[in-house]
Nanobody, 118 residues
Framework: QVQFVESGGGLVQAGGSLRLSCKSS????????WGWYRQAPGSGKGPELV?????????VYADSVKGRFTISRDSSRDTLWLQMTSLKPDDTAAYYC??????????WGQGTRVTVSS
C-alpha cells in the first residue's frame, strides 16, 4: 500500500512563501491524479482542492490559488511539491497530499499545517 509523508509546513508572514513536499512510498506511475487539498481551522467542511497534476502532466488549480501556487512532481524521487507564494492569512490550513491510485483507490497523507500571519 502506498503511503504519503508531507513536510514543509510552518508559520510564515503574509506575502511570504513556503514549499510543501509529499513523498510517496511507491512509484507514481499508477497515480491517476496526485495533488493537494486543504482544510482551514474550524471549517465544518471537508478538505477542498488546492490543485492536482494528472498523469499527462496537466495541472488544475483552485481559483483561489491560481497564479500563486505551483504543483510539480519529481518522478525520480516519487515526490510531489507545492510551491506557495504571496501567501495570505486565508491560506492558513492543514494541507493534505492525496492521490487516486489504480488498484488502491484514494490515498491521503497525514497533513502538514500552514499558518500565515497578517
Amino acid at each position: 500500500q502506498v503511503q504519503f509523508v508531507e513536510s514543509g509546513g510552518g508559520l510564515v508572514q503574509a506575502g511570504g512563501s513556503l514549499r510543501l513536499s509529499c513523498k510517496s512510498s511507491g512509484e507514481m506511475s499508477a497515480f491517476v491524479a496526485w495533488g493537494w487539498y486543504r482544510q482551514a481551522p474550524g471549517s465544518g467542511k471537508g478538505p477542498e482542492l488546492v490543485g492536482h497534476i494528472l498523469t499527462d502532466g496537466t495541472t488544475v488549480y483552485a481559483d483561489s490559488v491560481k497564479g500563486r501556487f505551483t504543483i510539480s512532481r519529481d518522478s525520480s524521487r516519487d515526490t510531489l511539491w507545492l510551491q506557495m507564494t504571496s501567501l495570505k492569512p486565508d491560506d492558513t490550513a492543514a494541507y493534505y497530499c492525496r492521490a487516486a491510485i489504480v488498484g488502491q483507490g484514494v490515498v491521503w497523507g497525514q497533513g502538514t499545517r500552514v499558518t500565515v500571519s497578517s
